[in-house]
């Protein structure tokens, strides 16, 4: 089993409509939690941080769920630019694992 | 731009051979991190460098090793390169405080093939 785990999709939605994400870890010690978007051959990029009583980002939406180990990204109102792969992140405490999903692509259609 | 910059761009080399890729990180940022990025695939850990020091390390060979500089930027070395390690190669610059991980910015990467 993969310790960060993400439906690879694709998920093909009409703009406008929401979108919900989830990614699920193995290891109950982990305590860093991130969304980063990824466009086609460019780098990573920074979402949002995910924190323990979820946060809000514009039509962003992250939350975590300890007791089940996943974390959830919504998406409201989505728009044509929102196409992209979408990463979860997990890390521990001591910074000595950094574990990347392999990402969730999702594609918005007019 | 995050201001994390990445040299080079694009490299070939040949099997057996060795590589050298730099990173210069967001000014402000202590620690780098470098990652793997195979084609489909999401970034994997290789390590991550806080003060100079390799701080965390992920299933990657000894072959692959690092440095960090006193103004913060950082080295990947791959030594004995095989055909596998043709990827993208990504660092990311972060400010960590005590170990606890923060937000990581990324540079545009390094393609690597080798033939």
């Known amino acids: 089993r993969k310790e960060v785990e993400q439906d690879p999709g694709p998920f093909n939605v009409p703009e406008g409509a929401t979108v919900a994400f989830n990614c699920t870890y193995s290891?109950?010690?982990?305590?860093?939690f991130f969304w980063y978007r990824q466009d086609c051959r460019k780098e990573p990029k920074l979402l949002m941080s995910v924190y323990s009583s979820g946060n809000e980002d514009g039509r962003f939406t992250a939350q975590l769920n300890r007791a089940s180990q996943y974390i959830s990204l919504l998406i409201r109102d989505s728009k044509l630019s929102d196409s992209a792969t979408y990463l979860c992140?997990?890390?521990?405490?001591?910074?000595?694992?950094?574990?990347f999903g392999s990402g969730t692509r999702l594609s918005i259609r007019p | 731009e995050t201001g994390v910059t990445q040299s080079p761009t694009h490299l070939i080399k040949t099997r057996g051979q060795q590589v050298t890729l730099r990173c210069s990180s967001q000014s402000g940022h202590n620690t780098v991190s470098w990652y793997q990025q195979a084609l489909g695939q999401g970034p994997q850990f290789i390590f991550q460098y806080y003060r100079e020091e390799e701080n965390g390390r992920g299933n990657f060979p000894p072959r692959f090793s690092g440095l960090q500089f006193p103004n913060y930027s950082s080295e990947l070395n791959v030594n004995a390169l095989e055909l596998d390690d043709s990827a993208l190669y990504l660092c990311?610059?972060?400010?960590?405080?005590?170990?606890?991980?923060?937000?990581?910015?990324f540079g545009p990467g390094t393609r690597l093939t080798v033939t």
């Open positions: 990311a610059s972060s400010l960590d405080m005590g170990g606890t991980s923060y937000e990581q910015y």
């Open positions: 290891n109950s010690a982990s305590q860093s």
């Open positions: 992140v997990v890390s521990y405490s001591s910074a000595s694992k950094i574990i």
